[in-house]
């Protein structure tokens, strides 16, 4: 069982969330979103929202950087074994509190809210208590850690990833015999990829970066137009009278958008 759960479960796990994701993006890209409830309470939320995020962010960075990253870079850099141990403890905590704070705010506005509870399914709630549970589990590790500050354990668990995601021989025998939390915060890890695709959690492969150099326009109605007598106004209920309008606004803003060619004509 222990072979199947950390040796077999794993790559169950990742690929199912990553051809979920494709199928799911192929699908139903309309349900591709977080479906947020800000309009609903907007104060709290943001509140919890940036803690949460911005914790998560930096939880999922510093799994990603400390966990593939192979051993030998860290020593030729000098960084001993201790102190990244105590550098990911740090970096970690503060972050981990960071999110868990911002967690719960949001955990307790999605389930004490009427208005929001009624606009969210199971999943919604069920995905951000998974997430609380195991912000939990990893801030309980940092405990456990301080009894290690050799960076034995870290190294343990960095092994095993890098053997997961190079296809390294016997991944399992790297966390037998470790501390069952983190066990359990591997476990519940790898479960939350598993449901990866089926949850609001897919937004994050979209976040909305080409905003930062779109070549876009908006377009806006002054407050002229009303005065000009050609902006928004009671309809007519003659259907002449309303074309003849729509027209008069449609020429309107030809004129408006193209004023050389008006010119020239």
């Known amino acids: 069982m222990h072979n199947f759960l950390f040796g077999v479960y794993p790559y169950i796990a990742i690929t199912i969330m990553v051809f979920g994701s494709i199928v799911r993006y192929e699908r139903d890209p309309y349900t591709w979103k977080s479906s947020s409830s800000q309009l609903l309470r907007r104060k709290q939320f943001v509140i919890g929202s940036v803690l949460f995020h911005l ?155 080409r905003y930062l150099w779109r070549p876009g326009y908006q377009i806006v109605r002054s407050k002229r137009d009303a005065r000009e007598n050609v902006g928004l106004r009671p309809m007519s209920r003659d259907l002449a009278t309303r074309e003849a309008v729509a027209r008069k606004v449609a020429a309107h803003d030809m004129a408006r958008q193209h004023p050389a060619q008006q010119s020239v004509e």
């Not at 870079?73 to 981990?96: N, P, R, T």
């Not at 354990?153 to 966390?175: C, H, K, L, T």
Request: with cysteine; hydrophobic share 55%.
């Open 55 to 209: 914790g998560v962010l930096v939880i999922l960075g510093g799994h990603l950087v400390g966990l593939l990253t192979p051993v030998w870079i860290f020593e030729a850099f000098g960084i001993s074994h201790e102190a990244k141990q105590i550098l990911a403890m740090a970096a970690g905590g503060i972050a981990g509190v960071m999110a868990w704070i911002g967690g719960m705010i949001l955990l307790h506005r999605r389930l004490t809210d009427p208005r929001i509870r009624a606009n969210s399914t199971i999943a919604d709630s069920g995905i951000l208590i998974l997430l609380m549970v195991q912000l939990t589990l990893g801030l309980c590790t940092i405990f456990v850690s301080a009894q290690h500050l050799d960076g034995g354990e870290m190294i343990r668990f960095m092994n095993w990833a890098q053997a997961i995601a190079y296809f390294g021989a016997d991944p399992a025998s790297y966390v037998e015999g470790a501390s069952w939390i983190f066990q359990a915060h591997i476990l519940l890890g790898l479960t939350i990829f598993l449901v990866f695709p089926f949850t609001r959690l897919v937004h994050m492969l979209s976040a909305p970066v």
